[in-house]
């Protein structure tokens, strides 16, 4: 059975840029819901993905945007990137209808 | 606001003995709760789920959900010093489209 993969492990953009990033849902999952981890708190949720449409979202504004494929995999994408934005971002899988959530090993974005 | 309320720590437990670990949510709504382990730099490991009132064990952990006191506690048996960590408290209100609710997480320290 495979894991939770994401890529990149690590990212640094400046303040303005874009960024794209990605993940593959464990085996058997087709739900995908990612989260935003500051230092030194825990994982606030963005939104998540079943079906490829989004069908749940957290208190994020619109500049935070995601797709998911018909593989079950998922990008999230970050416009207009803020200082404020520097944190671990995870991508979590779970099964539809059950919601025990899995997470992939993170995707450390630095905005200079 | 849904909020999941952890003490932030650090809790300093000897070897060999019970740490526990203690969550309020304010959702009287909810109804699934899990219990994360963090190690620093990596990724949230799921260690416990627990759905009805009372405990549920699974090894050296023990997990223990009182919904009328809106109350969740993990107890981890025989410490050991790769059980030092952050603990993560996390809270689906829904039926898991909302997102995980997360806690700020309790840093746990077992001393040798």
């Known amino acids: 059975e495979t894991g939770v993969t994401q890529s990149p492990t690590h990212l640094i953009k400046t303040r303005g840029q874009q960024v794209t990033l990605r993940c593959s849902s464990q085996s058997g999952h087709n739900t995908v819901s990612w989260y935003q981890q500051a230092l030194g708190q825990g994982p606030q949720f963005i939104f998540q993905?079943?079906?490829?449409?989004?069908?749940g979202r957290g208190n994020f504004p619109p500049r935070f945007s995601g797709l998911q494929f018909p593989n079950y995999s998922s990008e999230l994408n970050v416009n207009a990137l803020e200082l404020d934005d520097s944190a671990l971002y995870l991508c979590a899988s779970s099964l539809a209808g059950g919601d025990t959530q899995y997470f992939g090993p993170g995707t450390r974005l630095t905005v200079l | 606001q849904k909020e999941v309320e952890q003490n932030s720590g650090p809790l300093s437990v000897p070897e060999g003995a019970i740490a526990s670990l203690n969550c309020t949510y304010s959702d009287r709504g909810s109804q699934s709760f899990f219990w994360y382990r963090q190690y620093s730099g990596k990724s949230p490991e799921l260690i416990m789920s627990i759905y009805s009132n009372g405990d549920k064990e699974d090894g050296r952990f023990t997990a223990q959900l009182n919904k009328a006191s809106q109350y969740v506690s993990l107890l981890i048996r025989d410490s050991q010093p790769s059980d030092s960590a952050t603990y993560l408290c996390a809270v689906n209100p829904g039926g898991g489209a909302d997102g995980l609710t997360f806690g700020k997480g309790t840093h746990l320290i077992i001393q040798p």
């Open positions: 993905y079943y079906r490829e449409e989004e069908n």
